[in-house]
């Protein structure tokens, strides 16, 4: 079930969210990192922004709040999570966003997508269960423990074992995995430029758990001139750091690739076209 109050942001603003958990990691990565203004990254007045994967609208808010005028359109299979995406929407948005229940990908289709409702930007079309991913998101759980805001209990924590910290990460995850499989419509980028009759596309966010390379294969070649900028979170694996920087070179954009601090199997990948 959604919250029925919003959660009180770092910041002052008040945003809906499916997990206190969830809420704060994306809250720290796009109020507090200041991720998708970077490496020459600009969002201005006027400026058409596609929001791929955008998960419970917190990029949404954090765009109301530093614009006045944009258009946005925003897209998040998941129907649990787009309702969330949906109420921060109405209770922040001056910016008419479209909010659009479906997944982009290469072509349209219906597919099943994991749902983990406890850490929902997690939420992909590809699970990664192997072991390596796990002990990742172990290594990220013990990472936490040292930054919880408690005192008492991040001295807790750190003064327990390490074996013992390593079994309480463990149960963590398992915590946090909890899913659910949920069917969803996709569409491509493409069909959704033609539908609107978009010119330009200012901003390309993909946040897309290892769907990069599916939602780009759906942008007819005919479009890739109208893409100006873009930020991918890239994650290794399937959707290969080094193919989907390849896709932008090929298209005439400079690249710059960050690795995230926090997890070092996912990167951050800035495509802006240079000025003619």
Same mark, same amino acid.
Request: aromatic share 10%; with cysteine.
């Given at each position: 079930?959604?919250?029925?109050?919003?959660?009180?942001?770092?910041?002052?603003?008040?945003? +809906?969210?499916?997990?206190?958990?969830?809420?704060?990691?994306? +809250?720290?990565?796009?109020?507090?990192?200041?991720? +998708?203004?970077?490496?020459?990254?600009?969002?201005?007045?006027?400026?058409?922004?596609?929001?791929?994967?955008?998960?419970?609208?917190?990029?949404?808010?954090?765009? *109301?709040?530093?614009?006045?005028?944009?258009?946005?359109?925003?897209?998040?299979?998941?129907?649990?999570?787009?309702?969330?995406?949906?109420? *921060?929407?109405?209770?922040?948005?001056?910016?008419?966003? @479209?909010?659009?229940?479906?997944?982009?990908?290469?072509?349209?289709?219906?597919?099943?997508?994991?749902?983990?409702?406890?850490?929902?930007?997690?939420?992909?079309? +590809?699970?990664? *269960?192997?072991?390596?991913?796990?002990?990742?998101?172990?290594?990220?759980?013990?990472?936490?423990?040292?930054?919880?805001?408690?005192?008492?209990?991040?001295?807790?924590?750190?003064?327990?074992?390490?074996?013992?910290?390593?079994?309480?990460?463990?149960?963590?995850?398992?915590?946090?995995? @909890?899913?659910?499989?949920?069917?969803?419509?996709?569409?491509?980028?493409?069909?959704?430029?033609?539908?609107?009759?978009?010119?330009r596309i200012d901003l390309l966010k993909l946040d897309v758990e290892r769907s990069e390379l599916d939602v780009l294969a759906g942008i007819a070649l005919d479009d890739w001139p109208k893409i100006r900028q873009a930020i991918v979170e890239v994650h290794s694996g399937q959707a290969d750091r080094q193919a989907v920087e390849q896709q932008f070179v090929e298209h005439g954009f400079n690249v710059t690739v960050d690795r995230n601090p926090h997890l070092p199997n996912i990167y951050m990948l800035y495509a802006v076209r240079p000025v003619a």
């Amino acid at each position: 079930m959604p919250p029925r109050r919003p959660y009180a942001l770092p910041n002052g603003l008040e945003a +809906y969210g499916l997990s206190r958990t969830d809420t704060d990691l994306i +809250y720290q990565e796009i109020f507090a990192e200041d991720v +998708y203004r970077q490496h020459g990254v600009a969002i201005q007045d006027g400026d058409c922004i596609f929001d791929v994967g955008a998960n419970t609208g917190l990029f949404v808010v954090f765009l *109301n709040q530093i614009c006045q005028r944009l258009s946005v359109y925003a897209f998040e299979p998941i129907p649990a999570i787009c309702q969330i995406l949906q109420k *921060n929407v109405e209770l922040h948005d001056r910016l008419g966003v @479209k909010v659009h229940e479906i997944g982009l990908s290469r072509e349209p289709a219906v597919t099943t997508f994991t749902y983990y409702p406890r850490i929902s930007c997690a939420s992909t079309m +590809y699970p990664d *269960n192997s072991q390596e991913e796990k002990q990742l998101a172990c290594q990220f759980i013990l990472a936490q423990f040292r930054k919880v805001s408690n005192r008492q209990l991040r001295w807790l924590l750190c003064a327990i074992p390490i074996p013992v910290q390593r079994m309480i990460a463990v149960l963590v995850r398992k915590y946090y995995a @909890k899913a659910q499989q949920v069917t969803c419509a996709l569409r491509t980028i493409s069909e959704m430029v033609a539908e609107y009759g978009v010119q330009r596309i200012d901003l390309l966010k993909l946040d897309v758990e290892r769907s990069e390379l599916d939602v780009l294969a759906g942008i007819a070649l005919d479009d890739w001139p109208k893409i100006r900028q873009a930020i991918v979170e890239v994650h290794s694996g399937q959707a290969d750091r080094q193919a989907v920087e390849q896709q932008f070179v090929e298209h005439g954009f400079n690249v710059t690739v960050d690795r995230n601090p926090h997890l070092p199997n996912i990167y951050m990948l800035y495509a802006v076209r240079p000025v003619a």
